[in-house]
């Protein structure tokens, strides 16, 4: 995997526009905004699971190590699944004093593991907090929460709309289509980016994943400027091809003229400047969205807008 590592030096300058987004692999990035560093899922451990012997390896160490990165003034939780709430490093993060903002019930899993109850702050949806400037707002998704067989839906799930006075970003987490992504772009955009999950998906899962082609749309939904494609490249967690899905993503932005940033992992960018474009994976076979699709139900508003896939 190529990948372009990163060191604390890196951030020693904040960015010249005001907003820059280093993608981490997975859902992991660092974004720099309003003058504040806010990480969203923090995954720097080899493996998305219970264990550390088993389960989903990464496919690259983490181009930024934990113990490398800059001042965190926020750290972001999208929900309680592995390979977006990662115990280790929420307890490498909580030992350097990170406030942690996650949504109702993740607290509970924090607070377990020894994070201090001042550094947590819990939200439902539609409601925010602020950070510096920032004001952070849980959106809702389309998802589902647990750890465990025992523990499903215990806690919240949610996207993050993250605000300052110049710029927006947008974090889908992991979400299906819904209709309150209308009001998310109304309410909290026009955002500069979404960050957008669009890898992991399968057509049994399509009500709780987006897919590339509907993670496009989303995109559009919110009133987003650009889009960053995350949530692939990292874990083998489904059944397609792990290119499959920016290739399904780039398809899908040229038919629906949405602007791609394709950073590899460990890419730093500033949306308002620039969006790097290279095609750094390799060209392996992959299947279209009319070969595998995979839309979600009870939208049928929203995908009636939506043109068909080209081949």
């Known amino acids: 995997m190529p990948v372009q590592t990163r060191t604390a030096p890196d951030y020693a300058a ?16 660092l974004v720099e905004i309003g003058g504040q560093r806010l990480l ?4 720097f451990s080899e493996r998305a699971s219970p264990f550390g012997f088993a389960g989903p390896i990464r496919f690259f160490a983490p181009p930024l190590a934990i113990g490398d990165l800059p001042t965190i003034d926020a750290v972001v939780i999208s929900h309680d699944h592995y390979d977006h709430l990662d115990m280790a ?5 909580a030992a350097r004093g990170t406030r ?4 109702r019930g993740v607290g509970a899993r924090l607070r377990g593991w020894g994070v201090p109850d001042a550094l947590v702050t819990e939200l439902d949806w539609w409601q925010a907090t602020t950070v510096g400037t920032l ?3 849980a959106t809702p998704s389309r998802h589902f929460s647990g750890r465990w067989v025992h523990d499903q839906n215990g806690t919240l799930w949610a996207g993050w709309a993250i605000v300052s006075p110049q710029h927006r970003v947008y974090y889908s987490g992991d979400t299906a289509l819904l209709d309150d992504m209308i009001d998310i772009g109304t309410r909290l955009g ?10 992991e998906y399968d057509a049994l899962w399509s009500d709780v994943h987006l897919g590339p082609e509907q993670a496009v749309r989303a995109s559009r939904l919110v009133e987003a400027r650009a889009m960053l494609p995350v949530h692939w490249a990292t874990f083998d967690l489904a059944l397609h091809g792990w290119t499959e899905p920016i290739e399904r993503t780039l398809v899908a932005a ?3 003229r949405v602007q791609l940033a394709t950073p590899m992992p460990g890419g730093m960018f500033e949306p308002t400047v620039a969006l790097p474009h290279t095609r750094w994976w390799p060209d392996v076979p992959w299947k279209s969205a009319r070969e595998a699709p995979a839309y979600s139900t009870g939208v049928a508003a929203l995908l009636e807008r939506t043109r068909p896939p080209s081949p």
């Open 14 to 29: 904040p960015p010249a526009s005001g907003l820059r987004v280093t993608w981490l692999g997975h859902s992991t990035t």
């Open 40 to 43: 969203t899922d923090p995954m």
């Open 89 to 93: 490093s929420v307890r490498a993060l």
């Open 100 to 103: 942690f903002i996650v949504g």
């Open 135 to 137: 004001q952070v707002t």
């Open 190 to 199: 026009p955002f500069d980016l979404a960050m957008i999950e669009v890898g």
């Open 254 to 256: 040229a038919s629906e």
